[in-house]
């Protein structure tokens, strides 16, 4: 199944201890980039949460914003020791190498990380909830990404249809191009053979004709249409073949505009472009 690279959750948990909320919001990006925000007393999930990003998410920009808010009333505040001893002797060696520097005041001591910590709540449960937590979201996410993906699907899809209308349509046209290349050959021969001799003048007209045949570009086309088909039903990330797929209609259907010598194949094959302009820039949203 499709699936996009757009989405967004949010999720909560209230407790005795307080609360949860763990938004996760994901943009198309050519890798998978997360990006976290988290209080200070949960830092330490980041591993666990960039591992469950990488193990279930191929590509995107993921955003996760955890916030917590412990109960009223059930939480203090208290010094690291530990952590200020550790500042309190950095600080003197910057003293000792560059005597005019400013020190901080007890404000700004407080105010650095892990100097103050809250106390009050249950840091493991705390931690656990939060797992669980982001394991919801998570699933929730990427249930919004094949929701998206489905309708991605079906769009392109409509594009697919098109791209054959277009196909039978110059297919259709066929004889009243190769008369008109016809009539163009004949046109360049008649000032060819003043010009060339025999031999040169058959392996012109070959040349002549190859160029003007359009029905190679055409099997291409339906190969490629196909092909698009049977990516958009595989299980996994699929975008960049999709990529991939739409280059290859745009070079037949350059090609295609290109060979064009009546009206009505120079309008289908800028259909044909629209079309799949309209396909690549869906695809840029697929994982």
Same mark, same amino acid.
């Given at each position: 199944?499709?699936?996009?690279?757009? =989405?967004?959750?949010?999720?909560?948990?209230?407790?005795?201890?307080?609360?949860?909320?763990?938004?996760?919001?994901?943009?198309?990006?050519?890798?998978?980039?997360?990006?976290?925000?988290?209080?200070?007393?949960?830092?330490?999930?980041?591993?666990?949460?960039? !591992?469950?990003?990488?193990?279930?998410?191929?590509?995107?920009?993921?955003?996760?914003?955890?916030?917590?808010?412990?109960?009223?009333?059930?939480?203090?505040?208290?010094?690291?020791?530990?952590?200020?001893?550790?500042?309190?002797?950095?600080?003197?060696?910057?003293?000792?190498?560059?005597?005019?520097? !400013?020190?901080?005041?007890?404000?700004?001591?407080?105010?650095?990380?892990?100097?103050?910590?809250?106390?009050? =709540?249950?840091?493991?449960?705390?931690?656990?909830?939060? %797992? =669980?937590?982001?394991?919801?979201?998570?699933?929730?996410?990427?249930?919004?990404?094949?929701?998206?993906?489905?309708?991605?699907?079906?769009?392109?899809?409509?594009?697919?249809?098109?791209?054959?209308?277009?196909?039978?349509?110059?297919?259709?046209?066929?004889?009243?191009?190769?008369?008109?290349?016809?009539?163009?050959?004949?046109?360049?021969?008649?000032?060819?053979?003043?010009?060339?001799?025999?031999?040169?003048? !058959?392996?012109?007209?070959?040349?002549?004709?190859?160029?003007?045949?359009?029905?190679?570009?055409?099997?291409? %086309?339906?190969?490629?249409?196909? !092909?698009?088909?049977?990516?958009?039903?595989?299980?996994?990330?699929?975008?960049?073949?999709?990529?991939?797929?739409?280059?290859? %209609?745009?070079?037949?259907?350059?090609?295609?505009?290109?060979?064009?010598?009546?009206?009505?194949?120079?309008?289908?094959?800028?259909?044909?472009?629209?079309?799949?302009?309209?396909?690549?820039?869906?695809?840029?949203?697929?994982?």
């Amino acid at each position: 199944m499709t699936h996009s690279m757009t =989405a967004f959750t949010r999720q909560t948990i209230e407790a005795d201890w307080g609360s949860l909320q763990l938004e996760l919001r994901s943009v198309n990006q050519r890798y998978l980039e997360p990006h976290f925000r988290l209080p200070e007393a949960l830092r330490d999930l980041e591993p666990a949460f960039r !591992e469950a990003l990488r193990n279930r998410l191929a590509r995107g920009k993921v955003e996760c914003t955890l916030r917590f808010e412990p109960a009223a009333g059930g939480e203090s505040l208290a010094v690291n020791r530990t952590r200020l001893a550790e500042l309190a002797r950095a600080l003197h060696e910057v003293r000792a190498e560059v005597p005019d520097a !400013e020190m901080p005041n007890a404000l700004a001591l407080l105010d650095h990380p892990g100097v103050v910590e809250s106390r009050g =709540a249950d840091l493991e449960t705390v931690q656990r909830e939060a %797992l =669980a937590l982001f394991d919801t979201a998570l699933n929730d996410l990427i249930a919004g990404r094949a929701r998206e993906g489905k309708r991605l699907a079906e769009l392109i899809q409509s594009r697919l249809d098109g791209v054959r209308i277009q196909v039978a349509e110059v297919r259709a046209l066929l004889p009243s191009i190769l008369e008109r290349q016809r009539a163009q050959l004949l046109e360049r021969l008649e000032t060819l053979k003043a010009e060339l001799e025999p031999q040169r003048l !058959e392996a012109e007209i070959a040349l002549l004709a190859q160029k003007a045949d359009v029905d190679e570009e055409l099997d291409r %086309l339906e190969t490629h249409v196909t !092909e698009v088909e049977r990516q958009l039903k595989q299980k996994g990330p699929v975008g960049r073949r999709l990529d991939f797929l739409m280059q290859e %209609l745009n070079r037949e259907a350059n090609t295609l505009s290109s060979k064009a010598v009546v009206a009505e194949s120079t309008r289908c094959a800028v259909e044909l472009k629209v079309l799949i302009e309209q396909m690549r820039e869906q695809i840029q949203n697929i994982e």
